[in-house]
Nanobody, 125 residues
Framework: QVQLVESGGGLVQAGGSLKLSCAAS????????MGWFRQAPEKEREFVAA????????HYADSVRGRFTISRDNAKNTVYLQMNSLKPEDTAVYYC??????????????????WGQGTQVTVSS
């Protein structure tokens, strides 16, 4: 089981940038696809981005494509989410996730094997 710890959240003005990090424990990091989800108050958790085991394939939600970039460093057991051109509607708790499924299946909550504890991102207008 991979254990995940997010960091890098905070308060930023609209148009600004933040970079989230997710550190994974265990020796199996390179064997899992990784993703980011977010959950705003009174809303369901939604998929944001996914990355394959090697880092060569990525998927994004339509709402963040072109603004967010997911990446991973298997040597450091870390996955990142670079968020640019942030909007107030990006405000949410962001969760790191690990999946034993395909990169495409990471977008499905039911395919997630491990979750991080979440980090708050607040974008002010």
């Amino acid at each position: 089981q991979v254990q995940l710890v997010e960091s890098g959240g905070g308060l930023v003005q609209a148009g600004g940038s933040l970079k989230l990090s997710c550190a994974a424990s265990g020796r199996t990091f390179s064997s899992v696809a990784m993703g980011w989800f977010r959950q705003a108050p009174e809303k369901e958790r939604e998929f944001v981005a996914a990355i394959s085991r090697s880092g060569g394939v990525t998927h994004y939600a339509d709402s963040v494509r072109g603004r967010f970039t997911i990446s991973r460093d298997n040597a450091k057991n870390t996955v990142y989410l670079q968020m640019n051109s942030l909007k107030p509607e990006d405000t949410a708790v962001y969760y790191c996730a690990a999946s034993h499924g395909t990169t495409g299946e990471v977008r499905l909550v039911a395919q997630i094997a491990s979750w991080g504890q979440g980090t708050q991102v607040t974008v002010s207008s």
